[in-house]
């Protein structure tokens, strides 16, 4: 874990859609040792979201869809290209996601501020169909994705900062989302979701954000 440097840093473009953040990189403030502590994005993200229970829609929908866009990448690549997703697939509506045609497709594979994969591209487009059936179904994703923690969140401590790449929880609500006809939502991928959802608190002992 890293001991910072005394320094302010205000985000104004990453969190809470308009809202100005203070990141507040204070005086021996202790957080994760994943967090990159040069990227106000990172620490925002680390400090206002990473394990802190979300129960938005629109953001449920959007992290997962993140998530699976981050295979094969960092997550910091990502975070980095999130407001250009946003302004890319409407703000995350899913509805007018899973109406996209083939010139919504092709015009999403030549916008450089978003990840240009076919394959992921398809997922968003195939997971917002999937969202309808399941609201279709009297559910949302908030009902459904934290019944499996019986709508509270688990907090782990792993030593030294261990923390697993999938359990076994989340290989079972892989193999439901699978199920019920959504991509790019592999064990690890859901696994990565749960911490960014606060399903799971895994932060480090120690960390600023951690619950005592």
């Known amino acids: 874990m890293t001991r910072l440097a005394e320094k302010i840093v205000w985000n104004d473009t990453f969190l809470h859609r308009g809202c100005r953040v203070y990141t507040g990189v204070m005086n021996n403030e202790i957080r994760c040792t994943w967090a990159n502590m040069a990227n106000p994005r990172y620490i925002a993200y680390h400090d206002h979201e990473w394990g802190k229970p979300c129960h938005d829609e629109t953001t449920l929908f ?27 697939f409407d703000g995350w509506d899913a ?7 083939d010139a919504k497709v092709a015009e999403l594979l030549a916008n450089p501020g978003i990840v240009r994969n076919r394959l992921k591209v398809a997922a968003a487009i195939n997971n917002a169909k999937a969202y309808l059936r399941l609201r279709e179904e009297g559910l949302s994703l908030d009902r459904y994705l934290w019944s499996f923690v019986g709508h509270k969140p688990i907090v782990n401590d792993w030593p030294d ?6 359990t076994e929880l989340s290989d079972r609500i892989s193999k439901d989302l699978a199920k019920r006809g959504f991509k790019f939502v592999g064990s690890t991928i859901v696994y990565a979701y749960m911490q960014g959802i606060g399903m799971v608190d895994d932060h480090d002992r120690g960390c600023i954000c951690r619950r005592s």
């Not at 959007?62 to 890319?88: P, V």
């Not at 509805?95 to 045609?101: F, G, L, M, S, T």
């Open 161 to 166: 900062g261990a923390r697993p790449a999938r």
């Open 62 to 88: 959007e992290m997962l869809n993140l998530e699976g866009a981050q295979a094969g990448l960092s997550w910091e690549t990502i975070l980095n290209k999130r407001d250009n997703y946003r302004a890319a």
């Open 95 to 101: 509805e007018k996601i899973a109406r996209y045609d």
